[in-house]
């Protein structure tokens, strides 16, 4: 088991390199970054001081060599003109747009886009296991119609129209506070008690209304893969020793149904980052899917890289974890060649 | 339904049985009350005004100590009867009339009368089920011991230690070498016997008094088999167990049961002592099946020695698998499936490669029809009627495709090798497409001679496979196999799917055709019984090697292998004075290296085959 996840590890940072390798290319493919568009439009409007200083960027940020160099340095495995300064050594490059460096921008934000997803993840398994263990084990009864029901409404409402509604009678009927992810005089400062039942206060809404349609498409998905595995024969084999009928549904079919589910984990997280752009906004929460579209649009290149390179950091993340509970669910993936060995 | 015309006959045969059973020796056991007394049952799928009855008036008991033994072909109610005894009827299935009376301490009981929660306190405890595929209904991510102590555990029996010792005990009692590492195993982990071993264990462990033994040998090679219904015929004799033997084998029903019960779409056609029936059957039914049986022959003619004129003759032919790359590690071992594997087959004769799985027979269809490639230095000469010998292992583009015309391959599901979304039309004049053969019209008129000849109409052309039962299923798979004329067809199993007098029909089919079309047969089997009728030569096969090969009178009159000795040895057939002889399926089943000198070899280093006879060849050491 050590062995696997050792090696398991050792090739999640190995992909980890060529993903940034490929980030940092296709965030150079559009021609120009936001810092030569800056400077094309200050020649335009005759700004002599602003080239000087932009072109000092340029300098600095070693965006006039060669781009493998540049990704290099970006990285941290070649040395810029400050030495060896790149993500590895914890400098995450600087935003041109704000003017800031990217570490300051991202701080809080990636914690908090981490929380809000896990909190949707949670949602979206808490939900969507009851709900579609329930609709295969007594399928096409009302139960399972009204599971169906509410699963295809969340599947079709739009989601910001969701946010909307749940934020109006939330704060109408339940007192729940709307948008943002904190109250006001929390924004910056260090965690408290009360910081923390603030974010969690803050936190149903979005919640909900980001792990809705995930959780009815799972839903959906666990029902029918449930009701395959219901009738095979290790079924009738449970039924046949005298096992009473939830231990049975739980411990056999169940577990053999979670499998893909497990699986996913790892494709859930770029999926609740993208997803979720659209009620960030409407919620106005600060995650990264807004500040990712703003960096993208301005060609603010150290941004984008590396919102995008966090993201799929998230997502090797999830699946090892997928890996390794798989390994630890699942004896077949665990044994896989030990015969022979 | 023909369900009326069998009623007097019931009654008749119901007349003969008590008779028979009242004046033989085991009188006693009917004064006896039954444990198991099934009156009248019936069983109907669909809604009540709209179902069809699939088990009609079904009636036996069974007192404790004996085998019963319900057997009938696919679609005869023989499951669906044993299942209602548990009342484990699968959904849509539903008991129209009768009883199932199980004997309790505090009199006898009707299992489906019973609250879910009561007929939990049966299942198990009083009753237990052996299943078919052990593999499937074990789960696999459970470990077996987990398993079978569930038993204990759901029952409220004893503890959680008390529960792993007892399933220890009971591994060891059903023959397991190494009771710890079966308890602590994942069931994909033990082989195919060793499973079956251990879902007895489960089924005995609650110490039931009824157990159900639903095809408990089917997925089981033959040796194996054997093996295993001897065990389960000890237990039961050793617990004083009542069992329902439910089985299409009428081979398994004459070494195992006391009593029969026939079945034939749902309803009783004869019943009695295993000795009556099987040696004085009454029904015509019953004589037909007995008939069909597959048997090992006593005598066979000895065939006049041929000319010589090979259509395919094979020499070195040998396959090996790499052994699985495991990450950045070193690869496992090399899997030798096939080693030096030679054959010839003159034109329009027979041969067969028997063997149990993981023989390499498989294999050599394979490589024989270059669907894989062979290792380097085989030879593979096919020699069609005209042009010139091809050299299979090298043939590439238009030359392969050629031979592809003239070798076809029949498979053993016909239900998985049809497309269920193809018309039968659609299913022959395919393979005329692909290779560009003839005008619509032509294929059209040839679809229809091809039914015609393999003995179906050619008005069901326009049928999907569906429509069709498993033989006529095989016999379209068989069609589509001759659409391009071929002259050599191999033959993969083709009736190991099928029911039994089914089975005998196709055969007969590939005999006939075999003579109209001068066709060559390479036949695949694990059943040495079957390919008796059909096969001039015979090659048994065990890990990858030839062990003895021969005309079929040599092998069946006078094996000399103990493999040979053995496969021969574990066939059931319904015969009661034939018994399985495990001395001899001990001797040879096991794996090459407990073989006796001189045939025993460990690892690679097999002996040559040696000639004892004229065409008769065995390995073992000079």
Known sequence: ?341 | MLRPCFLPRNGLALLVAACTIGTSSVGSVMRQTPLLKVEGLSICFGLPGASIEVVSDVSFELHPGRMLALVGESGSGKTLTGKAVMGLLPRGARVSRGRVLLDRPDGPIDVLRQSPAALRQIRGAQVSMIFQEPMSAFSALHTVGAQISEVLRVHGLCNAAEARRRSLAMLAEVGCPDAERAYSAYPFELSGGLRQRAMIAMAMIGAPRLVIADEPTTALDVTTQAVVLDLLRRVSRDHGLATLLITHDLGVVANMADDVVVLRRGAVVERGPAADVLTTPGHAYTRRLIAAAPRVPDAIAVHAPPARDDILFVEGLSKTYPGRRRGFGRAAAPVHALSNFAMRLERGRTVAVVGESGSGKSTVAKLVLRAERPDPGATIRFDPREGQPMDVASLSGTRLTEFRRKAQMVFQDPFAALSPRMSVQDILTEPLVVHDIGTRAERREQAAALMARVGLSPDHLGRFPHAFSGGQRQRIAIARALALEPELLVLDEPTSALDVSVQAEVLELMLELGAEMGLSYLFISHNLAVVAALADHVMVMRRGRVVEEGAPDCIFNDPRHPYTRALIAASPEPDMHRRLDLAAVAAGAGEPDTWPEPFGYAGETAPELVEVAPGHRVRRAA
């Open chain 1, 1 to 341: 088991m050590m062995r696997f996840l050792l090696r398991r590890t050792v090739t999640m940072l190995l992909t980890l390199v060529a993903i940034s390798a490929l980030v940092f290319i296709i965030i150079n493919l559009p021609p120009g970054n936001y810092v030569t568009n800056q400077i094309a439009e200050m020649r335009s409007s005759g700004e002599a001081a602003g080239i000087e200083r932009a072109a000092a960027l340029i300098r600095e940020h070693s965006l006039d060599r060669p781009l493998w160099e540049q990704y290099l340095i970006w990285v941290g495995f070649a040395p810029g003109p400050n030495g060896f300064n790149g993500l590895l050594q914890g400098n995450l490059g600087w935003s041109f747009e704000l003017g800031r460096p990217v570490a300051e921008v991202v701080g809080e934000t990636a914690g908090l886009t981490v929380i809000v997803n896990l909190a949707a993840l949670m949602f979206v398994y808490l939900v969507a296991l009851p709900l579609g263990t329930i609709a295969a084990v007594r399928a096409n009864t009302w139960i399972d119609y009204l599971a169906s029901l509410v699963g295809y409404i969340g599947l079709a409402t739009p989601n910001f129209l969701l946010a909307l509604i749940m934020l109006f009678y939330g704060a109408r009927h339940f007192d729940i506070p709307i948008g943002g992810l904190m109250a006001r005089e929390y924004e910056g400062e260090p965690m408290s008690w009360g910081k923390f039942v603030s974010i969690l206060t803050h936190l149903i809404v979005p919640t909900i209304v980001i792990g809705t349609s995930a959780a009815a498409a799972v839903m959906r998905r666990l029902r029918a893969n449930l009701m395959d595995e219901l009738n095979k024969p290790y079924v009738e084999t449970a039924k046949a020793k005298g096992v009473p009928p939830v231990t049975r549904v739980v411990r056999y079919p169940l577990r053999m149904a979670l499998n893909p589910f497990v699986a996913d984990i790892g494709n859930l997280a770029p999926q609740l980052v993208s997803g979720s752009v659209m009620i960030s906004v409407v919620m106005s929460l600060p995650t990264l899917g807004p500040i990712l579209l703003q960096s993208l649009r301005s060609q603010d290149i150290f941004m984008s890289g590396f919102v995008l390179l966090f993201v799929s950091g998230l997502t090797l993340l999830g699946m090892l974890i997928s890996d390794i509970l798989l390994a630890v669910l699942d004896p077949r993936i665990r044994l896989a060649g030990r015969e022979g060995a």
